[in-house]
T-cell receptor, first 114, second 114 residues
Framework: AQSVTQLGSHVSVSEGALVLLRCNYS??????LFWYVQYPNQGLQLLLK??????LVKGINGFEAEFKKSETSFHLTKPSAHMSDAAEYFC????????????FGSGTRLSIRP | DTGVSQNPRHKITKRGQNVTFRCDPI?????LYWYRQTLGQGPEFLTY????????KSRLLSDRFSAERPKGSFSTLEIQRTEQGDSAMYLC????????????FGQGTRLTVV
């Protein structure tokens, strides 16, 4: 079975500062990993995904994440926060090539201070 | 391609009534997922389909919930004898399947049970 733990339900950073949102996963098979963003009153939008190959993946809006198998982590980063990054972020996992259901974490709300 | 479409966007119903939601996935996507999301939480997996076959249903899901995907195109989610605890956002998502497992989400149907 797969599961996801997002550390920190709320993260606040200053505009221009580094954004780091933490995600740890559990999976009995090689996982596929995802980060989604949800802006207020909008649907979920895919930021980036890891399936196989390069462990550092780049996504939209300047975000990137690194798959670290030894740490079972898939943390999301952005070098410089922008006010428009304020949103809810969800990490998700599926059971790799068997392509099963996608399981989501509880989310991290990112706030940006001017 | 207009993306995943969900109807209605909002539904208010009295406790004990039955409700049905519809999801139209992206046309070439053979996987379709239903999730439930409450305030401050991540999407909770309900069920998913591969074409017309329902592959898995959450064990947490009451027997009052049923989903169908006739002909492998649109899907319906029915809740019978609604309870106040059913109040939530119901999300539908679709994906191509195979290695392209990222799910594309609709805007959701917000259910309020009064």
């Amino acid at each position: 079975a797969q599961s996801v733990t997002q550390l920190g339900s709320h993260v606040s950073v200053s505009e221009g500062a580094l954004v780091l949102l933490r995600c740890n996963y559990s999976s009995s098979v090689p996982p596929y990993l995802f980060w989604y963003v949800q802006y207020p009153n909008q649907g979920l939008q895919l930021l980036l995904k890891y399936t196989t190959g390069a462990t550092l993946v780049k996504g939209i809006n300047g975000f990137e994440a690194e798959f670290k198998k030894s740490e079972t982590s898939f943390h999301l980063t952005k070098p410089s926060a922008h006010m428009s990054d304020a949103a809810e972020y969800f990490c998700a996992v599926s059971a790799g090539s068997s392509a099963s259901k996608i399981i989501f974490g509880s989310g991290t709300r990112l706030s940006i201070r001017p | 391609d207009t993306g995943v479409s969900q109807n209605p966007r909002h539904k208010i119903t009295k406790r004990g009534q039955n409700v049905t939601f519809r999801c139209d996935p992206i046309s070439e996507h053979n996987r379709l997922y239903w999730y439930r999301q409450t305030l401050g939480q991540g999407p909770e997996f309900l069920t998913y389909f591969q074409n017309e076959a329902q592959l898995e249903k959450s064990r947490l899901l009451s027997d009052r919930f049923s989903a169908e995907r006739p002909k492998g195109s649109f899907s319906t989610l029915e809740i019978q004898r609604t309870e106040q605890g059913d109040s939530a956002m119901y999300l539908c998502a679709s994906s191509l399947g195979g290695t392209q497992t990222e799910a594309f989400f609709g805007q959701g149907t917000r259910l309020t049970v009064v």
